[in-house]
Nanobody
Framework: VQLQASGGGLVQAGGSLTLSCGASGRTLYAMGWFRQAAGKEREFVAAVDWSGGGTYYTDSVKGRFTFPRDNAKNSGYLQMNSLKPEDTAVYYC??????????????????WGQGTQVTVSS
């Protein structure tokens, strides 16, 4: 599976950005977004069950981020609203091709895309 992430950039606090992640090669079980801020460990942001459409979010982004997917394009999107400076990080999309039991765990994902930088200015 090859993943292509895009859509990062610089935005003011309160603004919005949409990240895109296109997958090619295999049928997905799940897709996730993770982020890593400078000097911090990677953390889970959101995930989607590819067939059922169920979504999962870390508490800090609930109500602000959504994760729609387009099965026909095999692409997932992270729509980020009401952005805060603490959302600043490199964002990575990840794909799982086997059964996922814990959507927030990085080890559940088999493939990772390159990161895309999101910077939120105050």
């Amino acid at each position: 599976v090859q993943l292509q992430a895009s859509g990062g950039g610089l935005v003011q606090a309160g603004g919005s950005l949409t990240l895109s992640c296109g997958a090619s090669g295999r049928t997905l079980y799940a897709m996730g977004w993770f982020r890593q801020a400078a000097g911090k460990e990677r953390e889970f942001v959101a995930a989607v069950d590819w067939s059922g459409g169920g979504t999962y979010y870390t508490d800090s982004v609930k109500g602000r981020f959504t994760f729609p997917r387009d099965n026909a394009k095999n692409s997932g999107y992270l729509q980020m609203n009401s952005l805060k400076p603490e959302d600043t990080a490199v964002y990575y999309c990840a794909a799982a091709v086997g059964t996922v039991l814990e959507y927030s765990a990085g080890y559940e994902y088999d493939y990772w895309g390159q990161g895309t930088q999101v910077t939120v200015s105050s």
